[in-house]
């Protein structure tokens, strides 16, 4: 049954489709941040952004708190929970081959959802606070989308300003651009592992709250999301943290597109494709060179 | 850091052997003694995209088994569930259903969650001609494959909507667009309603599957709003029913009917939806305020044992191993041949309705109802003869509800 698509269903669905890249490049960024400074492949990325989103659900389920407000609190707390991590696991594996890394935080990933699932139940709860959208012409914006994309776009900003002006920011590149280098210059490099460990997991975190307002929140809702990191980072080239951003709405407006124009089976395969695409092509990713 | 390590690498491992020998010892000792329990192994998605209605399918089997016992058990023996989590994924029941039969020589088993899962595991039953009584399998091809000990207690997934279908035949409605996940249950409940529309003359403009995991259901709703169809029906599970009425409402989709498979009837879709779920269909195996014999003993006896609500799939699971429990004291064996006899020729009417299966082991008996949420509530809507209220049409737009 082919169907007519029209230009009013093509713009709707760049905008579903930016939307929803917009966050997938902040929880991406994280994703490349640790993966930059430590070449620590984080795995365990997901869980942190289910932790976020529990962390929001808690938060509007017994108190009732704004959902954009607890961001405040989401991101702080998995920061903690990421230098804890680093600090008593991750640090191991840093200098050693990336199967440990890999390894190490795959059996995270593996444990914080199981914990939260003996915690919380398995059930699929949700933060029912925006819903509806705004009609412009043919086109909706999703109210909770188009709100949850400003807070992405904010707080990936954020991170750009911090690790561009600031002095911490810069001595975190300098360590992703040479580890040993950048030690010998005089910065702790295992101070910055920490700061960089937690700031990726608070940008999971963070991107955690977001999705809450956006679909339902159980344990095993952050493994797409690592999936969907792993493609963006790879897009915009490991490392890379403009890349990992400019990746992010690239596979939003990919994935929405392909759906649309074809079907939404076809979606991952086509998202896929990109991806062995881009390995065989451009392997340091679209945005060549490094932050 | 390196050398010490590895000890501690090796001690952890000479651990695990020491616990791994005394499982398996422990293991062993079981099938062996007689007067033991009767043990019944099952794979559950207790966790997963299918673990709300798998944990729920667990509790219908926990609240059987205990009742059984109270009665005296089965042949004289207790029986005891012993239950894995197959994560809702199909190769890791296949793993399980195998331990269960050759490791833990579990004597009988029973079906797991899902239709998927249960195609998957029967093939493990079936090659060490164990019964599997299918509690939770509705799809018409798992008995299209001549197994033989495999039996199923719900209606086939091809009926689901058929409630659906009816109405909206009855009110005139011409045009339908169908959404499902490319899962084997899905996409059999989507093609009946499909053909179901099909007879009653109306249009499908639509029928396009999305994989199980999806989330972000824009695309298809932007095609469905531009196609403007009087009814969609999705074939669902919980998550993307949830995810297809609340982006329904975020993308502004009006049908005039909107009906889900699964997911609609569990109590939870009104409590994560909240006013959204208004007026939305769901199709379910039973509802509570049908009298069938045993039904509300079942709901006190659910309330007491787990205190919380539950949707069909509990009663489902209760219903099948009741069944089971039933043919195996007519049989008065765990031979599965004398068990399989038995089942076939069973004619019963469960908590959960009736049962009777043709030579397939395929349900013939079981009646499917059509509920729509109103103020929060589920209210059964069709067939007349088993409902408790009406329909309420047409669904309003979005943007006139309050």
Request: hydrophobic content about 45%; charged content about 15%; proline content about 4%.
């Amino acid at each position: 049954m082919p169907i007519q698509i029209t230009g009013a269903m093509m713009l709707q669905g760049v905008v579903s489709g930016l939307l929803a890249g917009g966050l997938y490049a902040m929880v991406a960024l994280g994703l490349s941040l640790i993966f930059g400074v430590m070449r620590v492949i984080n795995i365990a990325h997901g869980a942190l952004l289910m932790l976020g989103a529990y962390t929001t659900y808690w938060l509007f389920a017994l108190y009732g708190m704004n959902p954009f407000l607890s961001l405040l609190i989401s991101f702080p707390l998995l920061f903690g929970v990421g230098v804890l991590l680093q600090r008593w696991f991750v640090h191991r594996v840093v200098n050693a081959p990336e199967l440990s890394s890999l390894l190490l935080t795959f059996g995270i990933s593996i444990f914080i959802p199981n914990l939260a699932m003996l915690a919380w139940t398995a059930d699929y709860r949700s933060v029912e606070f925006l819903t509806g959208s705004f009609l412009l012409g043919p086109i909706a914006f999703s109210k909770p989308r188009l709100v949850t994309f400003l807070f992405a776009l904010g707080i990936a900003g954020l991170a750009f300003l911090f690790l561009l002006k600031t002095k911490l920011g810069k001595a975190i590149r300098a360590t992703s651009q040479h580890r040993e280098v950048a030690q010998v210059c005089g910065i702790n490099v295992r101070r910055i592992d920490l700061i960089a460990f937690g700031l990726g997991a608070g940008l999971a975190g963070a991107g955690g709250s977001l999705v809450s307002v956006m679909f339902s929140v159980f344990p095993e809702m952050g493994q797409i999301y690592v999936f969907k990191s792993f493609l963006v980072i790879v897009l915009g080239g490991a490392g890379n943290y403009p890349g990992a951003f400019f990746g992010g709405l690239l596979l939003g407006l990919v994935e929405g597109l392909a759906s649309l124009l074809l079907t939404a089976q076809l979606s991952e395969v086509i998202a896929y494709i990109l991806l062995v695409l881009v390995l065989l092509v451009r392997p340091t990713g679209l945005l060549r060179g490094r932050a | 850091m390196g050398p010490c390590w590895k000890v501690r690498v090796r001690e952890l491992l000479a651990l695990l052997t020491a616990l791994a020998v005394v499982l398996i010892g422990q293991a062993g000792t079981v099938g062996a003694q007689a007067g033991k329990p009767i043990l019944i192994g099952a794979s559950i998605s207790m966790t997963g995209t299918y673990a709300k209605l798998g944990n729920y399918t667990r509790d219908g089997y926990l609240l059987c088994a205990k009742e059984v016992n109270d009665q005296g058990g089965l042949l004289g023996r207790k029986i005891e569930f012993v239950i894995y989590d197959d994560r809702s994924d199909p190769p890791t029941a296949i793993k399980l259903y195998e331990k269960l039969i050759t490791e833990d020589k579990v004597e009988l088993v029973m079906g797991p969650y899902s239709s998927p899962i249960t195609n998957a595991a029967s093939t493990v039953s079936e090659k060490h001609r164990k019964i599997m009584v299918a509690s939770l399998a509705a799809t018409t091809s798992i008995w299209e494959r001549g197994y033989k000990y495999l039996f199923m207690t719900i209606s086939p997934a091809e009926v689901y909507m058929e409630g659906l279908i009816e109405l909206a035949a009855e009110r005139g409605l011409k045009t339908v667009a169908i959404i499902n996940e490319d899962t084997l249950f899905s996409k059999a409940a989507a093609k009946g309603a499909a053909d179901l529309a099909r007879k009653k003359g109306m249009r499908v403009v639509l029928h396009e599957a999305y994989p199980k995991g999806t989330t972000d259901f824009s695309a298809l709703l932007i095609k469905m709003k531009a196609l403007n169809p009087d009814v969609i029906v999705a074939g669902s599970y919980f998550d993307d029913a949830v995810a297809t009425t609340r982006q329904m409402k975020e993308l502004d989709v009006n049908p005039k009917m909107f009906g889900v498979t699964v997911g609609g009837d569990v109590p939870d879709f009104g409590k994560q939806l909240g006013k959204t779920a208004e007026y939305v269909y769901g199709s379910t195996q039973w509802a509570d305020n049908i009298p069938y014999p045993g039904a509300k003993e079942f709901v006190q006896n659910y309330k007491k044992m787990f205190n919380r609500e539950f949707s069909y799939h509990a009663p489902a699971a209760y219903g099948a191993c009741q069944v089971f429990a039933e043919a195996i004291r007519r049989a008065n064996s765990l031979d599965p041949d004398k068990i399989r006899e038995q089942l076939l020729r069973l004619k019963m009417t469960t908590a959960f309705g009736d049962y009777q299966v043709d030579a397939r082991g395929f349900q013939i008996a079981h009646k499917m109802v059509l509920l729509q949420w109103q103020e929060g509530k589920r209210v059964t809507v069709w067939p007349p003869q088993l409902s408790d209220g009406k329909s309420i049409y047409p669904t309003p737009p979005w943007n006139q509800r309050r």
